[in-house]
């Protein structure tokens, strides 16, 4: 079993910035080989892949929304995930949630593919 816990969560104004933590604990990725996805959901929206990270972090992926203003990086010696967040714009608002899943060199993009979650951190972008 994976715990996820998300931090960094916040009330920015448009152009700021903002660093998500995910810390994991249990079965943590220090030892077992885990990819790591961070989701995001707005309010009457589907939940949207934002950004993952394969274990060795030689595969990244970022959506289109977010591609050069976010940046998704690992410490696998800390089990901790993080979501660079630049530029941020209203429309980034939601709440952030990341996710982990075993494999070794896979890189999923589906939320249906990973299953451990945290309970997620709101972010607000205020223009």
């Known amino acids: 079993q994976v715990q996820l816990v998300e931090s960094g969560g916040g009330l920015v104004q448009a152009g700021g910035s903002l660093r998500l933590s995910c810390a994991a604990s249990?079965?943590?990725?220090?030892?077992?080989?885990?990819?790591m996805g961070w989701f995001r959901q707005a309010p009457g929206k589907e939940r949207e892949t934002v950004a993952a990270?394969?274990?060795?972090?030689?595969?990244?992926y970022y959506s289109d929304s977010v591609k050069g203003r976010f940046t998704v990086s690992r410490d696998n010696a800390k089990n901790t995930v993080y979501l660079q967040m630049n530029s941020l714009k209203p429309e980034d608002t939601a709440i952030y949630y990341c996710?982990?899943?075993?494999?070794?060199?896979?890189?999923?993009?589906?939320?249906?593919?990973?299953?451990?979650w945290g309970q997620g951190t709101q972010v607000t972008v205020s223009s």
């Open positions: 996710a982990a899943e075993w494999t070794i060199a896979g890189l999923p993009l589906s939320a249906d593919e990973y299953d451990y």
């Open positions: 249990g079965r943590t990725f220090r030892n077992y080989a885990m990819a």
């Open positions: 990270i394969s274990w060795s972090a030689t595969r990244t």
